[in-house]
C-alpha cells in the first residue's frame, strides 16, 4: 500500500482508480488512517469476493472481524482458566450483566435496516428461548447444578488419576469442562459480594494472513450495538450496490444499516430458501438473478426449494450435508441447472439409483451442455455405471473407443 501522504497528492480521478482495483479490507484500513479519504471511499464501487455473516463475527475475504467480551483482572495470575482460554478466543461471544451473568436479552432487538432470515413463527420461537435462557442463567437452581457438577467432575478425575494405566486424554478433557464449571459459579459469588474481581471490555478481533490485530474498548453492556456500528462504519452511507461473489448470510439477523445494497453474483443458504429469499429482498439488488452460484443444506432439501425461483434459475447448484430423510433420486431428477454438485451423503445412495437418473436425463434430451457431480463411495461405483452406459446407449464402436 502506498503511503497516505503520497496517495493524498494524487488528483481524485487517480485516488478513484486505485480505490476501484484495491482489496476490500485495504480500502477500510486506509479510510480509518486517513480521514479525508473516508467519503472518496464511499463514493467508489466495492467489490468482495467473499462475504461471510455470522452472529458478531463477519468475513470479508480473508479479514475475520470478530467481537467478543474480554474479561480483564488486575493480575494476570487471578484470572480463572477458562476465562483465560475465552479470552484468547476472541471474548465471551455474548452479553454479560454486572456479575458476569450472561445476557440474552439484547440479542432479540430488531432495529431499522435489519433483515431477520427466518420466518416470523421460528423468530419469535428464538426470542423465547432467550429470554428463558436469561432467568435460569440466574436462578439458585442452576447454582445448585453447576455446585453438584463441580463435585462429580472433580470425583471423576480423582478416580482417574489413581488408576492405572491413566487416560491423560481423559483426563484433562474433565479439567477443562472443571473449569468451565467453576467460571460459570463466579457470577453467583460476585452476586453474593457485589462487586467483580475485573474489568470488562468491549473487544474486537480482527484476524487475516497479514496477522492479527486487537481493539478494545469501555463494554457498556451491549456488543450487538458495537457489531451494528463497524458494520454501518464498513457498508453504510455507499453511492453503490457492495458488488459480492459469494454471500453467506450464516446468522439468523442481519444488523445492517439502512439502505444498503448487495449485488451478489453467488448466495449459500443457511435457512430454510424461500424465507432467506423474500427477506433479503429489501438489501440484495433484483438484478442479481439469475445467480452465478447457490449453496444450500441437503436437510432443507424438498420440492418447494426446489421449485424457488433463486434455485431454479442459477447456473450452478451445490448440495451439501446430506439429506435426513429419503432419497436424492426424486429431487435430483427434477433439476434443470446446468450444473449440479452433490458435495456430501450420496456414498450411500444406491448405484442403480444414480444410474436411473443419468438414463432419465439423456432419455428427455437434458444431458447435452451440462455437468452433474456426486461424490461415491469408490471408484468401481463410477466404473460401474460407465459399464452400465455403454451397454445401454452406445454401439459397439463407440464401446470399443471409450
Excluded at 455474548?94 to 431477520?116: C, K
Excluded at 491423560?168 to 479439567?175: A, T
Excluded at 453467488?266 to 438484478?287: M, P, R
Aim: charge should be negative.
Amino acid at each position: 500500500m502506498k503511503e497516505p501522504k503520497t496517495l493524498l497528492n494524487l488528483s481524485t480521478e487517480v485516488l478513484q482508480e486505485v480505490l476501484k482495483h484495491m482489496e476490500a479490507n485495504r480500502r477500510f484500513e486506509l479510510a480509518k488512517r486517513i480521514p479525508l479519504m473516508k467519503s472518496l471511499e464511499k463514493s467508489v464501487p466495492l467489490r468482495i469476493d467473499t462475504l461471510v455473516f455470522d452472529d458478531l463475527r463477519i468475513q470479508i475475504n480473508d479479514t475475520e472481524y470478530k467481537f467478543g467480551v474480554y474479561k480483564k483482572y488486575d493480575k494476570k495470575e487471578e484470572t480463572p482458566e477458562f476465562v483465560e482460554f475465552e479470552n484468547s478466543q476472541g471474548g465471551l461471544p455474548n452479553n454479560i450483566d454486572e456479575f458476569g451473568f450472561n445476557d440474552f436479552s439484547n440479542e432479540v432487538f430488531v432495529e431499522e435496516g435489519d433483515v431477520v432470515l427466518t420466518d416470523s413463527e421460528d423468530w419469535q420461537e428464538f426470542c423465547d428461548e432467550q429470554l428463558e435462557r436469561n432467568e435460569g442463567e440466574r436462578s439458585n437452581m442452576r447454582r445448585i447444578w453447576i455446585q453438584r457438577t463441580i463435585q462429580e467432575q472433580e470425583k471423576q478425575i480423582a478416580l482417574l488419576r489413581s488408576s492405572e494405566p491413566q487416560n491423560h486424554f481423559e483426563i484433562q478433557n474433565l479439567q477443562q469442562k472443571l473449569h468451565k464449571s467453576i467460571a460459570d459459579l463466579l457470577a453467583f459469588q460476585y452476586r453474593d459480594s457485589g462487586v467483580t474481581s475485573y474489568i470488562p471490555y468491549t473487544q474486537l478481533l480482527i484476524t487475516s494472513t497479514r496477522g492479527t490485530h486487537i481493539e478494545r474498548f469501555e463494554y457498556t453492556g451491549n456488543i450487538h450495538e458495537a457489531f451494528r456500528c463497524l458494520i454501518a462504519q464498513l457498508f453504510g452511507n455507499r453511492g453503490h450496490p457492495i458488488e459480492v461473489k459469494r454471500f453467506e448470510p450464516n446468522s439468523m439477523i442481519l444488523r445492517l444499516p439502512l439502505g444498503v445494497k448487495f449485488q451478489i453474483e453467488g448466495l449459500k443458504f443457511s435457512y430454510a430458501v424461500q424465507n432467506a429469499y423474500e427477506n433479503l429482498k429489501d438489501v440484495v439488488e433484483e438484478s442479481s438473478y439469475p445467480l452465478e452460484y447457490v449453496e444450500f443444506d441437503g436437510a432443507e432439501l424438498e420440492g418447494a426449494n426446489l421449485r424457488n425461483q433463486v434455485i431454479r434459475e442459477a447456473k450452478e447448484v451445490v448440495i451439501s450435508g446430506k439429506l435426513e430423510n429419503g432419497k436424492w433420486t426424486p429431487y435430483l431428477e427434477k433439476m434443470e441447472n446446468p450444473k449440479v454438485h452433490v458435495k456430501d451423503g450420496f456414498e450411500k445412495e444406491p448405484i442403480d439409483d444414480l444410474y436411473f437418473i443419468i438414463c432419465s436425463w439423456m432419455n428427455n434430451g437434458n444431458f447435452e451442455k451440462r455437468m452433474w457431480t456426486v461424490k461415491l463411495n469408490d471408484e468401481q461405483s463410477g466404473a460401474e455405471i460407465l459399464k452400465k452406459l455403454a451397454n445401454d446407449f452406445y454401439d459397439e464402436d463407440v464401446k470399443e473407443n471409450r
